[in-house]
């Protein structure tokens, strides 16, 4: 197996790039702070971090402040393994010759 062959295509979109690196280094963030932080639409981020949930590497958290929705979201511990084993992959291939 060569070194392209463990990049994680979960993690070859620029947005879900971005959300992943968010997420690594905060607890939860919101939707409007990630939307935000990543300059991207709703349903770019809506459908993008379904994705990520669905390949259990985010956690969403739905709730109500008032009476207002809010969405936040996290890293999984597997999430940040396979993060993790991504960006190693991707400096691998980035040093080979």
């Given at each position: 197996m060569g070194i392209i062959d463990k990049l994680n295509k979960d993690f070859e979109s620029r947005v879900r790039l971005g959300i992943m690196s968010v997420l690594m280094v905060n607890d939860w963030i919101d939707f409007t702070e990630m939307k935000s932080l990543l300059d991207i639409t709703d349903g770019n981020l809506a459908s993008h971090s379904s994705a990520l949930e669905k390949?259990?590497?985010?956690?969403v958290k739905k709730e109500f402040v008032g009476k207002k929705?809010?969405?936040s979201y996290r890293v999984?511990?597997?999430?940040r393994t396979a993060f993790v084993s991504h960006l190693n992959s991707l400096e691998k291939l980035i040093k080979s010759k």
């Open positions: 390949s259990e590497y985010i956690e929705p809010k969405t999984t511990n597997m999430g």
